[in-house]
């Protein structure tokens, strides 16, 4: 009988897993806490005072049922609305806090967080039923299909999830926002300003001062600071204004008043407005360089020299413009260098006048890239008037002062052309026999005696 109870009390200390009264349990109660009662069924029998009894924790079987499977895990997705998935982020939350730092139950718990986050916004954002072109202030935004490609929402700063956020990027100034940021925009399209007003603000750094803005972003009309309480003022290098974070992310561009007076190529901190505006202006040909510092052509040689090339070619396109092979072949505007880096259509400026300058033009003549091209090009239609084309080639001049040498085109580097009458010389000829036009000179004596007064009737 004795063995009968021991092995009944063996069995149901250490084989039940279920038995959750047993074991140290039983020990956690304090001092003044009843011992709830427990029926004559459920209680064990005693054993004598000499029997050992068989606890042996080391060897308690381990069914696995220990652990609770059966609830529900932190952050399962089986909610259905907004409300719900807020209920659960929360929970969520609150498990993080209460979970040990760094432990992997809590690394768990953040995944599960940021995939219910992921799905809030998911159910928030819907794709469906979204047009594919919407226009507001003058922004033309284009619905994005890509999905892999992480970009930054302009309007609220924060990440654009393509796979399961719906996300626009203007056409013309390339402003990126969320779906939901659209009805939020305030500033309008730069592409509009570049169309209706292309000029720069050639004062460097022109600031005013914190108090002419009231203290407030010069774009969003946030309150800011220097202190960066209630938040930080960023100022702009191109126009001298503060912004607060959301409207100044710190980018880098060159600033063209600098590059013109100082011809300082170092990028400077500028607002997301300026970036986008000098961007889309960067290959536009508004600096007329000889009126706003016409000393900068002393102090750069690189700058002499592309405008002697530009002078060239604007002497080569009458050559062009009259010579049918050179207009289908559309050579003022196929002007491939050999490297095949640039074409001349790219900058039609070029074949228009010498004086105008885009801030690329600029930026090539810095980094030595656009004399090399333009030699290239100039070659290029030389050796088509010179050699290539026989009507080109029976366009050309002889020196009517010496009527020696071979056939002569203005843009030879050793000839002078008559500003009156556009006529070509020896450069030697026409400076060491006179300084007047021959053509000239003859066609103003020509007009003399066709204008000139017959004199009085003799009498008979």
């Not at 929970?91 to 799905?119: F, G, M, N, T, Y």
């Not at 719906?166 to 399209?189: F, M, V």
């Not at 004399?371 to 050699?387: D, M, N, P, V, Y």
Request: a negative charge; one cysteine or more; proline letters at 6%.
């Amino acid at each position: 009988m004795e063995y009968d109870e021991k092995l009944a009390r063996f069995r149901q200390a250490h084989l039940n897993p279920f038995n959750k009264q047993s074991g140290p349990r039983q020990h956690e109660q304090g001092p003044g806490e009843e011992v709830p009662d427990v029926t004559p069924e459920e209680a064990l029998p005693e054993l004598p005072p000499g029997e050992p009894e068989f606890r042996c924790p080391e060897r308690v079987m381990d069914l696995g049922l220990s652990e609770d499977h059966f609830s529900r895990p932190v952050g399962l997705f089986l909610a259905s609305d907004v409300q719900q998935l807020r209920q659960a982020i929360e929970e969520c939350k609150q498990v993080i806090l209460e979970l040990p730092e760094q432990s992997e139950k809590q690394k768990d718990a953040v995944v599960r967080l940021i995939h219910l986050r992921l799905k809030l916004q998911e159910l928030k954002d819907p794709n469906e039923d979204e047009p594919n072109i919407r226009v507001l202030l003058e922004h033309r935004f284009y619905k994005e299909k890509s999905k892999s490609v992480k970009q930054t929402c302009d309007k609220c700063n924060t990440i654009i999830w393509g796979l399961i956020q719906t996300w626009y990027t203007c056409t013309g100034c390339y402003y990126r926002c969320h779906s939901k940021c659209l009805n939020l925009i305030s500033k309008p399209c730069v592409s509009s300003k570049v169309s209706h007003q292309a000029e720069y603000e050639l004062n460097i750094c022109p600031e005013t001062g914190l108090d002419s803005q009231d203290y407030r972003c010069a774009e969003c009309r946030a309150p800011i600071s220097l202190r960066g309480v209630p938040s930080e003022a960023r100022q702009c290098d191109y126009t001298g204004q503060y912004y607060c974070s959301h409207c100044h992310w710190n980018d880098l561009a060159v600033i063209p008043a600098r590059v013109v007076h100082n011809w300082d190529f170092e990028p400077r901190k500028v607002s997301r407005c300026s970036m986008r505006y000098l961007a889309l202006m960067v290959s536009r040909p508004v600096l007329r360089l000889r009126e706003i510092n016409p000393l900068l052509f002393s102090y750069v040689e690189e700058l002499v020299e592309i405008r002697k090339l530009r002078q060239d070619i604007l002497l080569m396109k009458p050559y062009f413009i009259t010579c049918r092979e050179a207009m289908e072949a559309r050579l003022l505007l196929q002007g491939v260098t050999a490297a095949g880096t640039w074409q001349l259509q790219d900058r039609q400026h070029f074949v228009e006048n010498d004086e105008m300058y885009s801030v690329q033009d600029l930026l090539d003549v810095h980094a030595g890239r656009l004399g090399c091209s333009l030699t290239e090009i100039h070659t290029l239609f030389a050796k088509h008037i010179k050699l290539d084309c026989e009507r080109c080639q029976a366009k050309g001049f002889v020196c009517e002062l010496c009527r020696e040498g071979d056939v002569l085109f203005p843009f030879d580097s050793h000839t002078s052309v008559c500003a009156d009458c556009s006529a070509v010389f020896h450069r030697d000829c026409y400076y060491d026999n006179s300084t007047t036009c021959p053509k000239c000179a003859r066609l103003s004596l020509r007009k003399q005696s066709l204008f000139q007064e017959p004199g009085p009737d003799v009498e008979a």
